[in-house]
């Protein structure tokens, strides 16, 4: 699904350079959920963004679902993106002025779904979060937990074939973490593939594969096994 070859991303600023990603070489198949981790400062997020179109990258080639994206026009980039990729961010980046409906609905709007499809979906998504008592209620009547499971059932909503969660559990205590954890392990044995950046050893043991990071390179690859 994703094969990743020397790219490299380098930071400039007045007369300071930072290599954010040193050559890496990486491939991820459909369905396999990934964990990153490694160091702040290491390279994680910057790769995510990397994978998840948001940032572009010096050297390297870039195939996704067999594009070469490497030379991509933005409206390219951004139209693949909202096909296939849903992204879930520590900070929840919910929409304070929009209902949790809306903001799950907001996906929809962008790809021109038309409303009837839009409800369906919605209320589809809100069921499988537990969510749709609160549909009328916004971000700041929710529990960051709450706001989380919005954030991962707006990255749902157009049913990707790719999320990129960086940090997903970082604001929450383990109880709402375990529930979001859960949830993409859900999806992920619906056949999502998940690309997750975290701290947590616990997180990452959902995953069934673990990449470490330092200073912009892969230190180490290991399968995880589930009994």
Do not use: W
């Not at 693949?80 to 609905?105: A, D, S």
Request: glycine share 8%; net charge negative; hydrophobic share 35%.
């Amino acid at each position: 699904m994703i094969k990743l070859h020397h790219i490299s991303k380098i930071y400039r600023s007045a007369n300071v350079e930072t290599v954010a990603i040193n050559d890496l070489s990486l491939s991820i198949k459909s369905g396999e959920f990934v964990s990153i981790m490694g160091p702040s400062g290491c390279g994680k997020t910057t790769l995510l963004n990397v994978i998840g179109l948001l940032d572009t990258f010096e050297q390297g080639l870039y195939v996704f679902q067999d594009q070469d994206v490497s030379e991509l026009s933005e409206k390219s980039s951004s139209q693949l993106r909202k096909k296939h990729i849903g992204f879930v961010f520590q900070n929840f980046n919910l929409i304070e002025e929009l209902t949790v409906y809306e903001n799950v609905e907001l996906p929809l709007v962008y790809q021109g779904y038309k409303s009837a499809e839009r409800d369906i979906r919605v209320m589809e998504v809100l069921d499988e979060i537990s969510l749709a008592h609160r549909k009328d209620h916004f971000p700041g009547q929710l529990s960051g937990g709450q706001q989380q499971r919005v954030a991962v059932g707006r990255a749902i909503v157009t049913r990707p074939d790719l999320i990129l969660a960086d940090e997903p559990t970082g604001n929450l205590d383990s109880k709402q973490g375990n529930d979001i954890m859960e949830m993409l392990s859900a999806l992920n044995d619906n056949g999502t593939t998940i690309i997750m950046v975290t701290h947590s050893e616990h997180d990452a043991s959902y995953s069934n594969r673990l990449v470490k990071l330092l200073d912009g390179q892969i230190v180490s690859e290991k399968n995880i096994l589930h009994v």
